[in-house]
């Protein structure tokens, strides 16, 4: 298992962030709601971004597939399987999935605009997929060894990142307009493509509720304590290019470990 480099532009990976919002509305539209939002994520497959089978129309079912590596959306409709190119807004892409699917589904085209899309770079989004299935590797190997509640390993289309959370039995209490909500305490694992704060790809470890005395924990080499904006471990993809997937495994276990009794 190794990780490949990856360049991406910037209008490749906010073109691929607003088409794989399109799957995560329409899957969470047409899934039972799951309490920590998991109807509205997507899986990383070695073939691309899955919606998995979702209700459509009468005792039907519907499957989307985003392929960055061809360029297209796949599905499966009503009518039987179909291919929609990923270029344009992903208002016009996201209303050919729709026609296509050939049901009536309860969602605003429109609001997938909120992220501009233009096209795709298949050079570029083939490499990002290889990236994301050595990311789902590696996470995968790591979830196995965690003792109590674990989430599933899953790309999150609002911000999208692939992560993956422990869960603790102890909770977070808050006090919320409508009473007392508690709150399971837990370490968030993930990759980042990158943002306005860290330009580029990265990995996070993000204990919660975060304690300072988490900063005096020792972290592999490369990474370190992020501070701004957000607090948790941080570690750069190009790292891990480099060092391979022991130090991203080091990193994610050096976190788990020295938080984990602080969070029980």
Known sequence: MSFPIITLSDKTVTSLHAYSRILGAIRAAQSDPHPR???????????????????LG????????????????VGHGVNGPFEVTLSGPASEVGRKVLKALGASI??????????EAQSVNQT????YLAALIAVRNAFSEVR???AGEVGPVQL?????????????????????EDGPKEYSKQIGFGFSPGDEADAEPYFYANPWPFDESFRDIEL?????????????????????????????????????????????
């Open 144 to 146: 196995h060894g965690l």
């Open 156 to 176: 999150w289309p609002h911000h999208f990142d692939v992560a993956f959370e422990w869960f603790s039995d102890a909770v977070e209490v808050y006090e919320e």
């Open 106 to 115: 309860d969602v605003d085209p429109d609001r997938w605009d909120a992220i």
């Open 58 to 73: 009468e005792g039907g079912r519907g499957r989307l597939l985003l392929d960055p590596d061809q360029g297209l959306i």
């Open 37 to 55: 939002w998991w109807h509205a994520s997507l899986e990383v497959t070695d073939g691309g971004l899955d919606t998995g089978d979702f209700r």
């Open 220 to 264: 592999p080499p490369e990474a370190s304590w992020h501070t701004e904006g957000w607090s948790g471990g941080f570690l750069p993809y190009s790292a891990v290019v480099d060092g391979g997937p022991d130090l991203l495994i080091d990193f994610m276990r050096t976190i788990f470990n020295g938080t984990h009794d602080a969070l029980s």
């Open 124 to 127: 570029e989004a083939a490499s």
